[in-house]
């Protein structure tokens, strides 16, 4: 088996599930008593949000190096960001830690394929949404990515990510919200819905839509085990 690092705390609730869903996906196809040989360096959240909210990229990329570099050392063979949004330095990250970074939206890009879908809504904070590096992943492979058109709804999304589903919060008014937001992608003409940030399942389910939904942590957690396995 090999040996995969995982950068996380970005947020916990999210890489909490990684580790349970690698874990699981390496017993399911080993059994026994086979789980996951990984490595987790956890940040504290708030220093992240502050780089991040500042357009300070090059303090999270050395933050994320430093991290890397540590996994690397610690025996790690591969590494896996926790989190949708820190893939916008991710190609940036693999060239100067020379370790293969498993990309969450390369992963998510080929599941897509496979039910041959070509439009689809992407939820995910402002940078996961509005930047490119997401949805480049998805047009190598000639997918078109749909955000939400309405400010307020990006703002909605982008703010509850960090104030309630970062913190493991809930809310029926909040997931309401959402829903609303996805269907109406779909009446965009999306065919499936990206949950482009890895705390958005918490308040969409599967058979919530009337499309496929691809959860990115889960997407993401299977690639990482294919690759441990490899």
């Not at 590494?79 to 998510?108: G, K, Q, S």
């Not at 913190?167 to 992608?185: M, P, S």
Request: with cysteine; proline share 2%.
């Amino acid at each position: 088996m090999k040996i995969i690092g995982l950068i996380g705390g970005i947020s916990w609730v999210s890489t909490a599930d990684y580790y349970k869903l690698i874990n699981e996906g390496i017993n399911e196809k080993l059994g026994g008593l086979n789980f996951s040989e990984c490595l987790i360096y956890s940040f504290n959240y708030a220093d992240i949000k502050k780089n991040n909210e500042n357009n300070d990229w090059d303090s999270t990329f050395n933050m994320l190096l430093k991290a890397s570099q540590f996994l690397k050392q610690g025996g790690a063979e591969a590494i896996v960001l926790c989190a949708n949004t820190m893939h916008f330095i991710a190609d940036r990250l693999e060239a100067a830690i020379d370790l293969p970074i498993i990309h969450i939206a390369t992963a998510t890009a080929v599941e897509i394929e496979k039910q041959e879908l070509k439009k689809v809504g992407l939820l995910g904070t402002r940078f996961t949404m509005e930047l490119d590096f997401f949805k480049d992943k998805l047009l190598a492979k000639g997918i078109e990515a749909i955000i939400p058109k309405s400010e307020e709804d990006k703002d909605f999304i982008h703010t509850t990510i960090f104030e309630e589903l970062g913190k493991g919060l809930v809310t029926d008014e909040t997931k309401k919200r959402y829903l609303e937001i996805a269907n109406q992608l779909i009446k965009d003409g999306a065919e499936g819905i990206i949950l482009g940030c890895t705390e958005i399942p918490l308040v969409i389910k599967p058979g919530e839509l009337s499309v496929p939904i691809f959860d990115t942590a889960l997407i993401h957690s299977k690639a990482a085990v294919d690759f441990q396995l490899s």
